[in-house]
């Protein structure tokens, strides 16, 4: 026998097994309709044509343009009142290739105006009790007026601007059309009635302490804001309902901020009158923080925040800050705030990690409020690029979780001993990690959030884990006993599987904007960063995946992002075609189920049983000379002999022994493998989405060996497939994803043999017996 008569039969035996696979999917109709390959169909029809602005590598093209839209603003806040009022000029560039002939300007206070529409897009049904605090505020109370008042837009001559308010979003009229390149400056003057934050829990407003009569504020979306002109849908100009966050361009802000003389104050950008607002000894502690790398500096001490909140000055001082190239502003004021500061080293540049709290976050504020900051700075750097801004604010505030450039706000506040459980301590880490982490995303890498809620809160999530990991590891004494690793609540696959595998009727595909989205936490945060978890840690492997999106992060920092581009480019970075991934987890609600159908036993046999010999008839057909081949026999069907387990397969075989002899010298046939066992393993996929399939299988020695078979592998049958497997040792098990790592809702069906597991009811029984 020639080897290449060998070579020949190895083609039909795999023919063989791919017409089986054929045969068992024409059988089987697919459950969701669609055609086999549509799920490893190319994402062409959901794509945009790749243009002169966004390419098809996922990267900016030669023409993309982003508008500029500077601010000069002078803001005052009448803490007595709790009114802030401003008088704003915004220098708008048109860097677009098209004439405009008006602009669009946020109003986001608007969604709490008296008329505002927010509340009534909400469903409440028929409530037989309620508390009664929560029946004066529903039934009772007149709604909280804290709308803007625009008092006029004027053109820098000083004359009125035409203008048109559509609830959140406010049209100016131009005089002239904007041609590209040309700049338009306006002012706009307004005011609002500041909110109790803990009331409406809304981003924004302020916390009152009526122990001491004193508010701590938190300041964001305050002013009147552009809206972003770009490439792919003109004006984002869709409504502020509450939900969906925020769409911004790129600018300049010059903020003079006038607030009492006993407050102490920070936000986005430089403070540019340090001298003036600070007293000698703040400057001495801040000098001594900016070369402390290692514990943070106290510049205000709880001391004194405490002696100030007794004194309710009637002077008032100004604090200057200037920032490029953010995308907003935000600050933060009060004469309870205790100030810490530390240094952090990022890319050869000394960052401020920056926190600021109030007494009733101690101390557990003092103790990890500034270390995260930093440790979050450190990890999303090293997952992105280097953080390109001088510093990082955390501020303390009740029930908050929000971010803006170079500050956020976050909960965590202990008991008013000072005690506080595992939950508050790892809730504040993480909360903070999430929030300093959305300088990333979408602060610098600035995506429609207003869209495409999971490009800023799916991404920031994933690399949320990645942070609590390291923080785990730095600071392994915050860790409580019992945990090795920081007890993240999203990223690993185990954590979302009730919600992919939970009622399909309130489930929505990622793809939807976050406002119509269903489960919002797990549609726009869990499942896409389980999602890239998947990603990295199963499919494409940290070099892999880290350099791809590390090449996202640079090429989209300072600039706005599509999904398209996230996509793209994550597969142009690495070679690695993921159109069926990014189909079944981000434009479905199918969910992982993969499981192991059967598993036959066979031994090499010098006669073919009943199904081989109805393969052979049909190898005879094309003239294949069919007594050169080689026979497995099923273990436990009639053509089985028992003397067939102890047997050696060369033996058992004339033709193999044959060819073996005849192809090979002594000392290959050494070296040539010698399996005694052959298993034919069916995996099913009860669950629409396509995963690898990852095997581990236990040998009657006790050893064991892992393999992964790619996604690709359903691609000829969406519904099960075949692998025929010759071991040297006999395997007495196998586990469809041991660790469990693909989010499978149901592992039921990963073990082989069944795995007979106990009722959570019967558990139950068995203790109250017991």
């Keep these: 026998m020639k080897k290449s008569i060998f070579y020949f039969l190895s083609f039909i035996l795999i023919s063989g097994g791919i017409f089986a696979q054929e045969q068992s999917q024409d059988q089987t109709k697919p459950k969701t309709g669609h055609t086999n390959n549509n799920k490893f169909k190319q994402l062409y029809d959901e794509f945009s044509t790749p243009n002169m602005f966004r390419t098809a590598s996922g990267a900016p093209g030669p023409a993309y343009y982003q508008q500029q839209a500077d601010y000069k603003m002078d803001v005052v806040l ?37 008329d505002s529409k927010s509340p009534l897009i909400e469903g409440e049904g028929y409530r037989p009790a309620t508390s009664a605090s929560n029946f004066v505020s529903t039934y009772m109370k007149e709604p909280f007026d804290g709308g803007f008042n625009i008092l006029e837009v004027k053109d820098t001559k000083g004359s009125d601007l035409a203008h048109t308010i559509n609830r959140t979003m406010m049209r100016v009229e131009l005089p002239v059309p904007l041609k590209s390149g040309e700049q338009f400056s306006f002012s706009i003057k307004w005011w609002y009635k500041i909110n109790d934050h803990l009331v409406d829990r809304a981003r924004s407003g302020y916390e009152y302490f009526p122990e001491d009569g004193n508010r701590a504020y938190v300041i964001a979306q305050f002013y009147p804001r552009m809206a972003v002109y770009n490439d792919v849908e003109g004006w984002q100009n869709s409504q ?22 006993d407050h102490i104050l920070d936000g986005t950008g430089k403070l540019m009158n340090r001298k003036e607002v600070f007293s000698k000894t703040m400057l001495q502690r801040y000098e001594e923080a900016k070369k402390s790398y290692d514990k943070p500096v106290i510049i205000v001490t709880q001391a004194e925040a405490e002696a100030a909140e007794k004194g309710f000055s009637k002077e008032t001082k100004t604090w200057k800050m200037y920032a490029e190239n953010v995308r907003d502003f935000g600050f933060t004021t009060s004469r309870k705030f205790i100030w810490d500061m530390m240094a952090v080293k990022i890319g ?8 600021l709290y109030p007494k009733e976050g101690n101390p557990l504020w003092e103790q990890w409020s500034t270390r995260t900051v930093a440790n979050t700075l450190e990890s999303y750097s090293r997952m ?67 869209q495409w809620t999971w490009m800023d809160e799916g991404l920031n999530t994933f690399v949320q884990y990645v942070a609590e990991q390291d923080f785990g590891k730095k600071y392994p004494e915050a860790l409580s006993p019992g945990h090795k690793n920081y007890p993240s609540d999203r990223g690993p696959a185990r954590m979302i599987v009730p919600y992919m595998g939970g009622n399909q009727d309130f489930i929505a595909p990622i793809m939807t904007k976050g406002l119509n989205a269903y489960q919002f936490g797990n549609n726009a945060y869990g499942k896409p960063a389980t999602a890239l978890n998947i990603l990295r840690e199963t499919i494409m492997g940290h070099d892999l995946f880290d350099y791809s999106f590390r090449e996202y992060a640079h090429r989209w920092m300072f600039k706005h992002p599509t999904p398209e581009d996230f ?15 990014w189909r079944g987890w981000f434009y479905t609600t199918d969910w992982v189920d993969i499981g192991i159908k059967e598993v036959k036993k066979y031994y090499v046999s010098s006669k073919p049983n009943a199904e081989g010999e109805r393969l052979l008839e049909r190898y005879k057909r094309f003239n294949v000379n069919t007594q050169d081949f080689v026979y497995l026999v099923e273990e436990g069907s009639e053509d089985f002999d028992e003397s067939m387990r102890n047997s050696d397969p060369v033996e058992a075989s004339k033709s193999l022994k044959e060819y073996l002899m005849d192809n090979f010298t002594e000392a290959e046939r050494k070296n040539i493998k010698s399996p005694k066992y052959f298993y034919s393993v069916t995996f099913n996929k009860p669950g629409g989405l396509v995963m690898p399939i990852i095997a581990e299988y236990t040998y009657a020695d006790g050893t064991t060996k892992r393999e992964t078979y790619p996604a690709q592998i359903w691609r000829l049958n969406d519904n099960e497939v075949s692998r025929t497997i010759a071991s040297e040792k006999e395997i007495v098990s196998i586990v469809v994803d041991p660790d469990l790592e693909t989010a499978d809702v149901d592992t039921s069906n990963n073990s082989w043999p069944k795995e007979i597991k106990q009722s959570d009811f019967d558990k139950f029984k068995d203790k109250v017996k017991n």
């Design 78 to 114: 009448d803490d007595e009142n709790t009114k802030l009022s401003g008088n704003e000029t915004i220098t708008y560039t048109n860097k677009s290739p098209d004439v405009l002939t008006y602009l669009w300007v946020q109003l986001d206070q608007n969604k709490r105006a008296k």
């Design 240 to 261: 502020f309902w509450g939900r969906d966050e925020f769409a911004l361009p790129f600018g300049n802000f010059e903020v003079n901020i006038t607030v009492p003389a």
């Design 348 to 355: 050869g540049k000394d960052i401020m990690a920056v926190s």
């Design 384 to 450: 992105t690029f280097d953080y390109p801004y001088h510093k990082a604010i955390s501020v303390h505030a009740k029930q908050q979780g929000m971010e803006y450039p170079m500050i956020c706000w976050n909960y965590g506040r202990p008991e008013k001993d000072g005690t506080y459980s595992d939950r508050v301590k790892y809730g504040m880490i993480g909360v903070i990690t999430h929030e300093v982490g959305h300088n990333f995303f979408p602060m610098i890498i600035n995506s429609d959030e207003r």
């Design 567 to 581: 996509f793209r480019t994550m597969e142009d970075a690495s070679a690695v075609d993921l159109d069926w991934f």
